[in-house]
Nanobody, 123 residues
Framework: VPLQASGGGLVQAGGSLRLSCAYS????????MGWFRQAPGKDREFVAA????????RYADSIKGRFVISRDNAKSTMDLQMNSLKPEDTAVYYC?????????????????WGQGTQVTVSS
C-alpha cells in the first residue's frame, strides 16, 4: 500500500489527535501531499496540503490555527497535528499524494489516495 494513514480515534471536544501517513519513497519521490476528510453524507473536503520540501503549506479556513501539517521525507511520513478539536471535525480522514511537487486544495489535484482513518470528536 503506497499510502497508509493511521492515528484516528475518539476524542472529546477540545482534545488533540495526531494523524500520520506513511508513504513509499520508491513511488513518491517528488510529490506534494495532503489531507482530506469526508463526513457522512458530505463531499470529501480539503483539510491541508504540503509541498514536497515542506516549505509551502495550505490550510482550509475551517481548521486554520488548529491543525498543523508536516512531513519528514527521511522517514517517509506526513503528519497532521489536530488541536482544539470540535465535533464538526468528525470525519474519515484521508491522506493523498499529488503528481506535482506543489499542489492545491482540489481532490482533482491528487492522484493517489490512502485508506481513511476515522476521527470522532464527542461533545
Amino acid at each position: 500500500v503506497p499510502l497508509q494513514a493511521s492515528g484516528g480515534g475518539l476524542v472529546q471536544a477540545g482534545g488533540s489527535l495526531r494523524l500520520s501517513c506513511a508513504y513509499s519513497r520508491r513511488i513518491f519521490s517528488n510529490n506534494a501531499m495532503g489531507w482530506f476528510r469526508q463526513a457522512p453524507g458530505k463531499d470529501r473536503e480539503f483539510v491541508a496540503a504540503i509541498s514536497w520540501r515542506g516549505g509551502d503549506t495550505r490550510y482550509a479556513d475551517s481548521i486554520k490555527g488548529r491543525f498543523v501539517i508536516s512531513r519528514d521525507n527521511a522517514k517517509s511520513t506526513m503528519d497532521l497535528q489536530m488541536n482544539s478539536l470540535k465535533p464538526e471535525d468528525t470525519a474519515v480522514y484521508y491522506c493523498a499524494a499529488s503528481q506535482r511537487s506543489i499542489s492545491g486544495s482540489s481532490p482533482m489535484d491528487y492522484k493517489y489516495w490512502g485508506q481513511g482513518t476515522q476521527v470522532t470528536v464527542s461533545s
